[in-house]
């Protein structure tokens, strides 16, 4: 059984960081990409950074880079993604999702991803 549970989610001041933690389990780590998408309320899923292992690729959104990282701990089946520098317009439901074919392209299409975690919050006050 495929699963997905995000972590790491919380209040953080404006200027601050958090560290968002998504544990996979019941496929091959190595051979998905794993992608990390955020949801504003009002507004639509949006892909914020993405990693696969299969290819040797990161990817950042250019309303991140620069300010978040993304990294995997292999061993522990974790993929993690350090925010620094939030602002309240990075406020939102951080999900994390599976993509089977290792794939992870800029724009990060939502239809490639096959499986998703049920989110974590992420509230930024000024």
């Known amino acids: 059984e495929v699963q997905i549970v995000e972590s790491g989610g919380g209040l953080v001041q404006s200027g601050g960081s958090l560290r968002l933690s998504c544990a996979v389990s019941g496929f091959t780590f190595d051979d998905y990409a794993i992608g990390w998408f955020r949801q504003a309320p009002g507004k639509q899923r949006e892909g914020v950074s993405c990693?696969?292992?299969?290819?040797?690729?990161?990817h950042y959104e250019p309303s991140v880079k620069g300010r978040f990282a993304i990294s995997s701990d292999n061993a522990k089946n974790i993929v993690y993604l350090q925010m620094n520098s939030l602002n309240p317009e990075d406020a939102a439901v951080y999900y994390c999702?599976?993509?089977?074919?290792?794939?992870?392209?800029?724009?990060?299409?939502?239809?490639?991803?096959?499986?998703w975690g049920q989110g974590t919050h992420v509230t930024v006050f000024p």
């Open positions: 990693i696969s292992k299969r290819l040797d690729i990161t």
């Open positions: 999702a599976a993509e089977y074919f290792g794939r992870c392209t800029a724009g990060m299409p939502m239809t490639e991803y096959d499986y």
